[in-house]
């Protein structure tokens, strides 16, 4: 049997799991950073 | 290397390179990314998936670069004991751990259209899913060697033994494919020669970088999290102690 895949949706599921996941991992460290500068900048405070 | 032991000064450096490394290296991985996808042609074999390239083997890269990073680390710190040295394998192992899921997610992608399967136990595919247990486990391992240290315990360097150990896992990645039989292709990019095509080959390396760079962001934002956290808990226990 020959299966007639379109090539075309691989691709793009493919780049859409990979940036997004990048951008996910890049903004989840920017902003865990932020929030415990923050946090410690609060308690240098006190 | 000790320049860097004083928390102050790395700071300093870290607030300075972390936008430097971060800009350009969305810029450039994105460009090349685009690039790939709109202007590379076809392959005569692989038709339009060649294009998953440019996302999946710079992701392979960093995945086992970010091992090699946590083994380097942990060298440092048996060694020469710079106490940036565990904050520095630490950090790597998140995004390390992020891109070797992503080589793994999009690599099975590839590999339906090219091999008419998601996935094959070769010892490739293997080893590198072997990668990414090693990184769940030094993340665990890690976490709970930071919280021992922080009640006073000994268990501080276990993570670091753990990294060296693991490391003998990025080898085998490496020669897999020439050892063993495998439906993954054989390595295209030695040392200094190159069996693909320009066309793929400058928005790949490009992309890489551009991939290099964003890593090596999120290693510093995650050291100065780290940082932040150990100093907050310091200062918490010099109060309660007061």
Redesign the interface.
């Known amino acids: 049997m020959h ?1 007639r ?1 379109n ?2 949706e ?2 793009w ?3 859409a ?3 997004i ?2 951008l996910v ?2 903004v989840w ?2 902003v ?2 932020m ?3 923050r ?2 900048d609060k ?2 405070r ?1 | 290397m000790h320049g860097f032991a004083n928390p102050a000064r790395f700071l300093r450096l870290a607030r300075w390179l972390l936008p430097v490394l971060l800009v350009p290296g969305l810029v450039l991985s994105l460009g090349a990314i685009a690039w790939g996808t709109l202007y590379a042609p076809p392959d005569h074999l692989m038709g339009v998936t060649v294009k998953i390239l440019f996302i999946h083997v710079p992701c392979v890269w960093l995945g086992m670069a970010g091992w090699t990073t946590i083994a380097v680390s942990s060298v440092v710190e048996l060694v020469w004991r710079h106490p940036l040295a565990a904050i520095a394998a630490r950090a790597a192992a998140v995004p390390g751990a992020v891109f070797t899921a992503l080589g793994l997610i999009t690599g099975s992608i590839w590999g339906r259209p090219t091999w008419g399967t998601w996935w094959v136990w070769d010892g490739r595919l293997t080893s590198f899913l072997i990668l990414l247990f090693l990184y769940f486990g030094y993340i665990a391992l890690a976490d709970a060697a930071a919280r021992d240290a922080a009640g006073g315990g000994s268990a501080g360097r276990i993570p670091a033994i753990f990294g060296l150990v693991g490391a003998i896992n990025i080898p085998i990645i490496n020669r897999s494919v020439v050892w063993w039989n495998s439906l993954h292709q054989p390595p295209s990019i030695t040392m200094g020669r190159s069996a693909i095509d320009g066309t793929y080959l400058w928005p790949l390396l490009i992309g890489a970088l551009g991939f290099s760079l964003i890593f090596g962001a999120v290693v510093l934002a995650r050291m100065r999290m780290l940082l932040a956290q150990i100093q907050t808990e310091a200062r918490l226990r010099r109060m309660a102690m007061d």
């Open positions: 299966e895949l090539q075309w691989f691709v599921a493919a780049l799991i990979g940036v996941g990048m991992m890049v460290s920017m865990a950073m929030r415990a500068e946090r410690r308690v240098r006190k």
